[in-house]
């Protein structure tokens, strides 16, 4: 995506959040800290494209992946206080949709 010379942070801001399924993501880790399986099940997408969204949000410090050392290994992710921050755009946009779709 081109960055825009008008505003190159809303630009970037949106070129993350923008991907296909970046926001539901967020949105279903507002719930709480969740496991893998737990997220892809409550989406339609594939575990591969899953994996590939939380490794971008976890680069940008909205997502953190935390590993408990135990038998069998368990990884949960959650939103970083930047991931937070982003529920008031994410409701926002919800009650739009709930209005305007």
Known sequence: MKETALC???SKAMELIGKRWTALIIYQLLEGP???NAIESALP???RLLSERLKELEKEQIVERKVYSEVPVR???TLTDK?????GA?????TWAQNWT
């Open 90 to 94: 994410v409701r926002e946009i919800e």
């Open 75 to 77: 990884v949960e992710y």
């Open 83 to 87: 991931g937070r921050s982003l529920e």
């Open 8 to 10: 190159p942070r809303l």
């Open 34 to 36: 969740q496991r893998f």
């Open 45 to 47: 997408i594939s575990g």
